[in-house]
């Protein structure tokens, strides 16, 4: 198993950047394949795909929504995944969780639902 802990979220302004962090622990990711991927939830919405990575950090798959503006990445040594998040947006005001998924090193998974681990989030504010 692995355990998820997210941080890095706060109160930003329109336009402004943040780095989340994703840190795992128990079977790291330096010694077990996991594909990881970043999701979203805003009050009284749908948990929403944001970005994914798959195990060797090579491939990277986005959602419409943040595309050119978000970078997801990783440092297996550092059993760390990164979301970066420029020219944020009121909308993209939400709870940020990470999610880990024990598969082959190149699969990336966008799916919500074939994610085994989660974190408990961490929150992101923009203000206009």
């Known amino acids: 198993q692995v355990q998820l802990v997210e941080s890095g979220g706060g109160l930003v302004q329109a336009g402004d950047s943040l780095r989340l962090s994703c840190a795992a622990s128990?079977?790291?990711?330096?010694?077990?394949?996991?594909?990881v991927g970043w999701f979203r939830q805003a009050p009284g919405k749908e948990r929403e795909f944001v970005a994914a990575?798959?195990?060797?950090?090579?491939?990277?798959s986005y959602g419409d929504s943040v595309k050119g503006r978000f970078t997801i990445s990783r440092d297996n040594a550092k059993n760390t995944v990164f979301l970066r998040m420029n020219y944020l947006k009121p909308e993209d005001t939400a709870l940020y969780y990470c999610?880990?998924?024990?598969?082959?090193?190149?699969?990336?998974?966008?799916?919500?639902?074939?994610?085994?681990?989660w974190g408990q989030g961490t929150q992101v504010t923009v203000s206009s």
């Open positions: 999610a880990a998924h024990h598969t082959a090193a190149w699969t990336i998974v966008t799916t919500e639902g074939e994610y085994e681990y």
């Open positions: 990575i798959d195990w060797t950090g090579g491939r990277t």
């Open positions: 128990g079977r790291t990711f330096a010694s077990t394949s996991y594909a």
